[in-house]
């Protein structure tokens, strides 16, 4: 693909959500109709890497508000469930989708069958997707982490008794969370599109929030 056009080059548009790998294109049904191209990707690239510094900030700001001892959430419990919800989801139908991508190469390579422009397309739809899904991967593991460390900040507050703490902020802090986790799974499985060794530890910090999100419910059971 020439340096002037390829930013315009039609590719298949990025999974969204488990339902979008079913209904997916097939893998060489796709053309001028397609509303995504190289530059799109691009630039949502960009939008995920600016989106980890966010949150990497965000979870900065937990330290500074247990430093001042702020006994609310230092964050909107709906907003980070949500942020969760959408990035377990596209990196998981991501990855889902570079499987597939990798079995047909693999067929293809055995086969012969595919043209070079279409295989080309391919592997530069696999290479694309392969950056976006690692990066939101990483969004939804720091997202995680930031209502592990706000949850956690808010126990030990609850914990210490020295400092009031809006049992309504509590209720709304678990109704929001809890339901992301289950939605997610990600205290199961991880989360999409990280290596092995990462998932574990994305699965691990899940598992951790969950338990957070008990210990702060039988607070309201008190």
């Known amino acids: 693909v020439s340096a002037t056009d390829s930013s315009d080059l039609p590719l298949p548009c990025p999974p969204t959500g488990s339902i979008d790998v079913s209904t997916q294109q097939s893998l060489s049904g796709f053309g001028k109709q397609s509303n995504w191209s190289m530059g799109k990707y ?9 989106l980890e510094l966010s949150v990497q900030f965000l979870i900065s700001r937990t330290f500074f508000c247990e430093k001042r001892h702020m006994t609310s959430f230092s964050i909107d419990a709906v907003a980070i469930s949500k942020g969760i919800c959408r990035c377990c989801d596209a990196s998981k139908a ?3 989708r570079l499987n597939m991508l990798r079995k047909h190469s693999e067929m293809a390579h055995r086969g012969s069958w595919q043209s070079k422009s279409a295989s080309t397309t391919l592997e530069i739809e696999k290479t694309y997707l392969e950056d976006l899904g690692a990066r939101l991967g990483t969004c939804a593991e720091k997202l995680l982490a930031l209502g592990l460390e706000d949850a956690r900040r808010v126990g030990r507050l609850i914990s210490s008794g020295q400092s009031f703490v809006d049992m309504m902020d509590v209720s709304y802090f678990a109704s929001a969370l809890r339901p992301a986790l289950e939605h997610t799974s990600a205290d199961k499985s991880g989360v999409g599109c ?5 998932k574990e530890i994305s699965k691990v910090i899940a598992e951790s929030l969950s338990d957070e999100i008990d210990a702060l419910e039988a607070t309201l059971r008190r």
Do not use: G, R, V, Y
């Open 42 to 50: 691009q630039m949502a690239i960009t939008a995920s890497k600016c």
């Open 94 to 96: 991501i990855e889902d």
């Open 194 to 198: 990280l290596p092995a060794e990462a």
